[in-house]
């Protein structure tokens, strides 16, 4: 059991930076892979960027490779997604999920997050 909190969003111009973060309650966090997942108004949630429970692997979505990069701390129970040179394609509520099943997916992901907006204007 896990409950998940995202924070950071904002409107940011296109080529700017944010760091989103997503704090997690529970002792147990170690032992599940997070991820982020987006949603565009209209369109279906996507995956972009996951990393596994040891911090080892971490697997990003074609359209923010060499863009966006996952860490996470656990001594503060916390995934952080720094995103830059962001496009005004990259706007959408994005989510932290977790689950304790690898590869993490919209199907498989056993929680989510409230979801943070982020905007990028062009």
């Known amino acids: 059991q896990v409950q998940l909190v995202e924070s950071g969003g904002g409107l940011v111009q296109a080529g700017g930076s944010l760091r989103l973060s997503c704090a997690a309650s529970?002792?147990?966090?170690?032992?599940?892979?997070m991820g982020w997942f987006r949603q565009a108004l209209g369109k279906e949630r996507e995956f972009v960027v996951a990393?596994?429970?040891?911090?080892?692997?971490?697997t990003y979505a074609d359209s923010v490779k060499g863009r966006f990069t996952i860490s996470k701390d656990n001594a503060k129970t916390s995934v952080y997604l720094r995103m830059n040179s962001l496009k005004p394609e990259d706007t959408a509520i994005y989510y932290c999920?977790?689950?304790?099943?690898?590869?993490?997916?919209?199907?498989?992901?056993?929680?989510w997050g409230q979801g943070t907006q982020v905007t990028v204007s062009s």
């Open positions: 990393i596994s429970r040891t911090g080892i692997t971490t």
């Open positions: 529970g002792r147990a966090f170690r032992d599940y892979h």
């Open positions: 999920a977790a689950t304790t099943t690898w590869p993490i997916t919209v199907s498989s992901a056993g929680y």
